[in-house]
């Protein structure tokens, strides 16, 4: 019987939360909508007790490569080395960054005052866009409030009735939503698998009109790069366009940190570049890359663009002093280079089952949810800022501690954190 099934409706023992996730009580059946709650409730109350809570750490202060928190178990203020942030390049403290917000704090004032076809589109805006367009080799830009609405209102936009978005299974969950909003079909092929792709594209060649492959640049659980000059062959062939989700790629990989097409010399030959401004970048928002006349139907079609207020001019000026940054400083780039090189041969030496990731992304993959909730309250313990992921929002089997590198870390915050989850996993068997 299935997990859900056998669970009592008023759920209320603290052992029983080792038994169940998060994703169980969204399945939990009621006339009335609130009822779910109540037991959900005392899941997350179960979940603190037993020190398996890592939700919702609050922060005290930047959050850099070392944090100030409020320990959620002890009410303390402590120090921890922040392992789960996805600030890469150290921007969202860097002196030109913060600089270039306060001035346009000063001269704009703190909001944009309207949504982005009406009354709230200001010069930075246009200067974001433009500077976000030559920096990722298309013609236009649109930028949005967040990375998820840009993902959303961009597929949402673009696929209708009789087309077909095709995904990678393991993209982010903002482009998997994108196609259920839309009023077309949703496929998938099997991770960075191009014989998957070619077939599932062929299943569709005579059953839809328009088609759309959809890929993430750097794969956000597992840290892998996706095949993209085969993705783009592959898709070619078929007659499908191809959309890039390059919210951990950019800033990152690339000679010169412009993300995947850069990566392989394709630059300017894939037909949506999109991702977020909340990663490398530093800021928040989100953004799609296109020629002219895409860019201007997504304005007018995009709900999530038409309906959302435009960025905040501090936000706004940060973000294109980021970019600045990231070509003029490539030193920060090289330092977090050295750092993943030095964290990935580490834990690869030590024992650890860190996947196929070839960027900041660390996944140290522990598969057994019990023994994970126990390893991240040690970790926790040891001072380590770290996340564990669990089903659904990896497949099940391979739950994992996942740990985020910046340019930012130092080395003793490096040896640190690797000594700590090198103790931890052999406390619980893992190597």
């Not at 830009?141 to 393991?170: H, M, Q, T």
């Not at 999109?274 to 997504?298: D, H, M, P, Q």
């Not at 926790?380 to 929002?393: K, S």
Request: charged share 25%.
């Amino acid at each position: 019987m299935d997990l859900v099934e056998e669970r009592p409706r008023g759920y209320t023992s603290a052992d029983d939360s080792r038994q169940f996730s998060m994703a169980d009580f969204y399945e939990l059946p009621d006339r009335d909508i609130f009822a779910k709650a109540k037991p959900f409730w005392q899941f997350v109350q179960d979940t603190l007790a037993l020190r398996h809570n890592t939700y919702r750490r609050t922060i005290i202060g930047p959050n850099g490569h070392r944090v100030i928190i409020q320990d959620p178990y002890t009410g303390e203020l402590r120090e921890m080395i922040m392992m789960a942030s996805n600030n890469y390049l150290g921007l969202t403290t860097h002196p030109r960054v913060v600089e270039a917000g306060r001035r346009a704090h000063e001269r704009y004032g703190v909001g944009a005052g309207g949504v982005p076809l009406l009354a709230g589109t200001l010069d930075l805006h246009h200067a974001l866009e433009a500077r976000l367009a030559k920096f990722k080799s298309c013609e236009d830009a649109i930028v949005f409030s967040s990375g998820y609405s840009s993902n959303v209102g961009c597929i949402s936009a673009l696929i209708r009735k009789g087309d077909v978005a095709l995904n990678d299974r393991l993209n982010h969950a903002s482009l998997i939503d994108g196609c259920r909003f839309s009023g077309g079909e949703l496929r998938t092929f099997k991770h960075n698998n191009m014989e998957s792709l070619e077939r599932v594209l062929a299943e569709c060649d005579d059953k839809y009109l328009g088609k759309l492959v959809i890929v993430d640049g750097v794969f956000s659980m597992d840290g892998d790069i996706t095949d993209l000059p085969r993705v783009v062959e592959v898709s070619r062939r078929h007659g499908a366009r191809v959309m890039i989700d390059e919210a951990h790629a950019t800033g990152v990989i690339g000679k010169n940190g412009r993300g995947t097409p850069e990566h392989f010399g394709m630059e300017g030959q894939v037909d949506i570049v999109a991702g977020t401004l909340s990663k490398a970048l530093g800021g928040v928002g989100g953004f799609v890359c296109s020629n002219r006349e895409v860019v201007n139907y997504i304005r007018f079609y995009a709900r999530s663009y038409m309906f959302s207020t435009a960025l905040p001019p501090a936000v706004t000026a940060s973000l294109i002093e980021g970019i600045n940054v990231i070509e003029e400083e490539p030193e920060l780039r090289a330092q977090l280079w050295r750092n993943i090189r030095y964290v990935h041969d580490s834990l690869r030496r030590m024992g650890f089952d860190i996947g196929t990731t070839e960027t900041a992304i660390v996944p140290v993959i522990v598969g057994d949810d019990p023994k994970l909730r126990e390893m991240t309250r040690r970790i926790h313990e040891e001072g380590i800022f770290a996340n564990p992921v669990y089903y659904p929002a990896v497949p099940k089997k391979v739950s994992r501690l996942r740990l985020s590198l910046m340019a930012t870390h130092t080395q003793e915050d490096l040896d640190q954190t690797l000594s700590a989850v090198e103790k931890v996993g052999r406390e619980f068997g893992v190597i």
